[in-house]
């Protein structure tokens, strides 16, 4: 069976198969299909999208997909992905559908499916919806007579919802918690351009946004949490308290300190897990975080008696881990954090509202909260491949990889694992120090090159 789902929905180049109209349509009829099987089905589904320029396309293929099959959609706009996933939920839809690729440029876009609980799906269903994708003809035959067909419908006001949803989650119940806290906010002329600013003066923040203008080409072009060096020139011009990058569809935060530092997520969680901890709210007192997670983080929790638990690479690994194990933070180092006190998936802007909590509750500045955790030099490559044989049967890379290991001892890592919607191989070595890793990730990431480039 052809596979379409990666680790974050279904990727590609817009316009090209499989993000083409065609098969956007075609997959529109199997989500409808599958989710209407459900005995609580209501026929109702959500459609999101950030600000790509193929974004609405898509949605209107898509729509059309699920109106042929019986089934009403509700058309959102540009939209964060976490606000699709809230919205899902507190309204009863059968499932949420976000058109986005996240952190990548804008010729790519890509399919997200959150179910009616705004949890991102499991394996098993995605596999079902799969092979619905892979039979068009058998759908078509069940589509609706004329009379039986769905409407498609906005939904005005879902930004606004999402957003007064966010507002409730602040623990101060003063309105205004963040007054006097200066804030830039970096958009990536995406889905967070316009209701994040919003967001945080509505919180009582000074803020001053760049990158917040999408043209529908302009998303993550150098700008976001992909490329928070721009950020970081402008806090320390304005003098700001704090930066927030966050990224294409916004379900991702890299924070910039006072002194124009990038923090990692890792550290962003590192400085809200002792946060939670201290007040009460770190439910079982663990956190769960991917394989490509820094050294560093496993080293900080450890000292605050916190349990570091680990997955495979993507978020919804992480929460289905968060809820099997009773955690309630967890995330990963790009930036995606999953709170599950207050959301059922990641969302850059909740973690701003936490890590600014925490700086405010601590009442010191961004950078002395950092230093909870000591980062270790991590170098990541990513190698474009044309093929992606299992990395333990190439011996070439083993070899590489064994030297490297071998070299660093107990004083860093080695991970080498393919991208999950590109065709990239990521090389990724830590170690004590910056040129020992870079020349240790670039040795790996030659081979690669040689092997499956």
Do not use: W
């Amino acid at each position: 069976m052809k596979r379409f789902f990666g680790t974050d929905g279904i990727r590609g180049v817009a316009n090209r198969f499989p993000l083409d109209c065609e098969t956007a349509l075609v997959a529109g009829r199997a989500i409808a299909v599958h989710f209407n099987k459900n005995e609580t089905a209501t026929g109702r589904f959500l459609i999101g999208r950030d600000s790509r320029i193929s974004g609405s396309m898509l949605a209107n293929a898509l729509a059309a997909g699920i109106c042929s099959m019986g089934s009403d959609v509700y058309l959102a706009g540009v939209i964060p992905t976490p606000g699709v996933a809230y919205l899902t939920a507190a309204d009863g839809f059968d499932a949420g559908i976000v058109i986005s690729a996240s952190h990548n440029p804008f010729y790519d876009n890509g399919i997200k499916l959150f179910g009616s609980d705004g949890f991102k799906l499991s394996d098993a269903a995605e596999g079902s919806i799969e092979a619905l994708i892979g039979d068009p003809p058998a759908l078509a035959k069940q589509s609706k007579a004329v009379q039986q067909v769905g409407r498609i419908n906005a939904f005005d006001g879902a930004g606004s919802r999402y957003r007064k949803f966010l507002e409730n989650v602040v623990s101060d119940g003063s309105g205004k918690p963040f007054d006097g806290i200066t804030l830039v906010i970096d958009g990536s002329n995406g889905a967070a351009s316009e209701i994040a600013p919003e967001l945080f003066r509505s919180l009582g923040a000074t803020v001053k946004s760049i990158s917040c203008t999408p043209d529908g080409i302009n998303i993550n072009d150098n700008c976001g949490s992909q490329h928070p060096r721009t950020l970081a020139r402008a806090v320390v011009a304005e003098k700001a308290d704090a930066g927030l990058a966050f990224d294409g569809d916004a379900d991702r935060l890299i924070a910039v300190d006072e002194t124009g530092t990038v923090l990692s997520g890792d550290q962003v969680m590192a400085i809200c897990a002792r946060d939670m901890l201290s007040n009460g709210k770190l439910n079982s007192a663990k956190v769960v975080t991917t394989v490509m997670s820094n050294i560093g983080l496993g080293q900080a929790l450890a000292s605050m008696g916190i349990e570091h638990l680990k997955t495979q690479v993507g978020d919804r690994y992480v929460m289905e881990e968060m809820r099997k194990t009773g955690a309630v933070l967890g995330g990963e180092d790009s930036g995606h954090m999953i709170f599950l006190n207050y959301h059922t998936t990641g969302d850059g802007m909740l973690a701003a509202i936490k890590l600014l909590e925490a700086v405010h509750a601590a009442g010191k500045p961004l950078s002395e909260l950092a230093t909870v955790m000591t980062v270790f030099p991590q170098c990541l490559i990513n190698v474009d491949v044309t093929a992606k044989p299992a990395v333990d049967t190439v011996d070439a890379i083993v070899t590489a990889i064994a030297g490297v290991e071998a070299k660093l001892g107990d004083k860093g890592r080695v991970l080498v694992r393919y991208s999950g919607t590109q065709p990239q191989c990521r090389v990724m070595v830590e170690g004590p120090t910056e040129a020992e890793t870079q020349s240790f990730c670039k040795q790996i990431a030659d081979v690669v090159a040689g092997e499956l480039g």
